[in-house]
């Protein structure tokens, strides 16, 4: 079976399962590859690194909103979700909550995530190196976020999305 989706950022790295093992699907830790498709993940996973969502720089403010906005509001809209941003006072940064209700009967799964990142140290990365582009060097990729926590999103809800 091959789900396809029209806009890249609501197909997170080929949801292409064919009943098979689902553990091997979703995520070979060795080769980076996620549901079958490694180069639409490192390219999702790269755009997410590009948005700098520094969240002690209030310069960056706008970057944690559009993470919010324009990465994850789409694509778990995609899915089924209600998405609402919330903003308190202003003075931490935007969260967005998302809500899909199956049944009364169902079990509850409670996901939790954040897309601020620390500090880019820009200057302290290697020469030709960027917190803000992700590099891939000796099978492993690098960049502020690949990890903690836009690797976890990208890796999350592109296995969410599988099995939805």
Not at 85 to 93: A, L, N, Q, T
Not at 122 to 139: F, H, R, V
Request: aromatic residues 6%; proline residues 5%; charged residues 25%.
């Amino acid at each position: 079976m091959a789900i396809d989706a029209t806009d890249d950022r609501a197909d997170d790295g080929a949801f292409i399962h064919d009943g098979g093992d689902t553990r091997k699907h979703f995520a070979d830790l060795n080769s980076g590859n996620v549901c079958g498709n490694r180069p639409k993940f490192t390219t999702n996973l790269a755009r997410r690194v590009g948005l700098p969502t520094e969240s002690r720089n209030p310069q960056r403010a706008e970057d944690i909103k559009a993470y919010l906005r324009d990465e994850m509001a789409p694509l778990l809209k995609g899915m089924g979700f209600s998405v609402s941003i919330e903003s308190r006072d202003g003075r931490v940064p935007p969260f967005l909550i998302a809500e899909r209700f199956e049944s009364a009967d169902a079990t509850t799964v409670l996901g939790y995530g954040h897309g601020d990142v620390v500090d880019g140290m820009d200057k302290a990365w290697q020469p030709g190196l960027s917190p803000w582009t992700m590099t891939e060097s000796n099978g492993r990729l690098y960049g502020r976020g690949t990890a903690d926590n836009k690797g976890q999103h990208t890796i999350n809800l592109a296995a969410m999305k599988a099995v939805l």
